[in-house]
């Protein structure tokens, strides 16, 4: 039997698959659109997020918000989610037992909300989604399709906090991601 949007939380919400389970204060499943064309993906919970069982509800996440409305989005018409659902301790990258352990919810959250876009936000999520070998200082803005999904990659929010400079180039991978959604989504109004 299919998922549903209700069933899949439930059971996300009750995981003890890797000790990530042991520290969370929140499980952070995704918030958004369940009928968005565009999935956006980051590696895991910050702070922020852990306290609030939010994605990108911290600094970064005003700065995600920010770049969404460059490009005429806003969180109803997006859905977001991380790799990993729980905070890994001390924002450290989530390690590949977290990220196994917890994918199979990404994918099937994304089996339920079935985008033509997937937006990853930094490196880990572009190794997880698009290719284990994704450089992002290489790679950032680059489309990709697999089984019918476009995707790409852009930095993430947070190291735009950190460093300023990747600002412009950003905002050219996010022309591109409006000239792709313009293309190729058809109830995504922007």
Known sequence: MADTWEQLTSECMQC???ALAETRT???FGVGARDAEILLVGEGPGQSEDEQGVPFVGRAGQLLDDMLEIIGLDRTKVYIA???KCRPPGNRDPLNVEQDACIGWLRRQTAL???KIIICLGRVAAKVIIKEDFRITAEHGQWFER???QMTAIYHPSALLRDVSK???TFDDLK?????IRQI???TDI
Not at 176 to 180: G, H, L, N, R, V
């Open 185 to 187: 989504c058809t109830h």
């Open 167 to 169: 600002r412009p180039e």
């Open 147 to 149: 089984n019918g999904v």
């Open 82 to 84: 991380n790799i990993v």
């Open 26 to 28: 929140n499980i952070v």
């Open 16 to 18: 003890h698959a890797c």
């Open 113 to 115: 909300l079935r985008p």
């Open 176 to 180: 591109s991601i409006q000239a792709k």
